[in-house]
């Protein structure tokens, strides 16, 4: 029998890379809000890898607890990720995670939407790619760690950008709207969101590179809504963490005041 695989959080996302893990034969042990960790590690102590996929607010807290012999095992793919966001837990620091950018969709009663191809770098990769190839879900591995980070920052440009950009929109307005029609809007946000990325990673990325990779992402489902759930609370955590770091983002406090 092929090694066990523990997945932590099985929701939409999580479930289709169960789903993937299984159809390569692999075991799955889940993890759900009322399990126990340290009680998991107990009777799943050397699983293959131990893959995250909870809620953007719950990564820290699940981190916390992630029993030093599943600390060289993790996936992650949350959105919003950055290195800095794994090497705050000291475990971490010598055992970096795989780590994926997810370009495709699950909403609840739908298959997969893939939008590109999903970057993802870390010693589970190939694992990760052959689970999903099985469901017709494309994976690009990267070749470092310098590849994965610059990919994270576009997936965050993208999101960021078409989040906080809707909500200066019509309610509906999808992506092609946005970068057709109101194109230097969507310029304005993605600067904003790279100073701030920037500020983050503590490195300078070559701009029309980062706005090209948006782009391609938007071409590859032109329909996608711009304006999720999560845009008012994105734009409130950019606009903190501008704040702090004393930066200027205008564009992203007009559209903040606008909505008062």
Not at 107 to 119: A, T, Y
Not at 150 to 178: C, F, H, S
Request: aromatic residues 4%.
């Amino acid at each position: 029998m092929k090694q066990p695989i523990v997945v932590i959080g099985l929701g939409e996302m999580g479930s289709v890379f169960a789903r993937g893990l299984l159809r390569l034969g692999h075991p799955l042990y889940p993890v759900t809000r009322d399990t126990v960790i340290t009680k998991a590690a107990t009777e799943i102590p050397e699983p293959l890898l131990v893959l995250v996929s909870v809620a953007e607010n719950d990564l820290h807290p699940v981190l916390e607890q992630i029993p030093t012999q599943w600390q060289d095992r993790l996936v992650l793919l949350q959105n919003e990720l950055l290195p800095r966001d794994w090497l705050k837990h000291e475990g971490l620091k010598q055992t970096p995670p795989t780590v994926i950018s997810v370009w495709f969709e699950k909403k609840k009663g739908q298959d997969s939407k893939v939008l590109i191809p999903s970057p993802i770098f870390g010693p589970h990769a190939q694992t990760i790619h052959d689970a999903l190839a099985t469901l017709d879900i494309p994976v690009r591995i990267l070749n470092n760690a310098e590849q994965m980070e610059l990919e994270l920052v576009i997936k965050n440009v993208y999101i960021l950008t078409t989040n906080i950009a809707g909500l200066a929109l019509d309610a509906g307005a999808t992506v092609d709207t946005l970068w057709q029609q109101q194109q230097p809007l969507a310029k304005n946000v993605a600067n904003d969101v790279i100073d701030i990325q920037e500020h983050l990673t503590g490195k300078t990325f070559d701009r029309d590179a980062l706005i090209k990779g948006m782009v391609e992402a938007m071409e590859g489902d032109p329909q996608h809504k711009c304006m999720g759930r999560s845009a008012p609370a994105r734009l409130e955590r950019a606009l903190n963490i501008a704040k702090q770091a004393k930066l200027e983002v205008k564009h992203l406090l007009q559209i903040k005041n606008s909505l008062n």
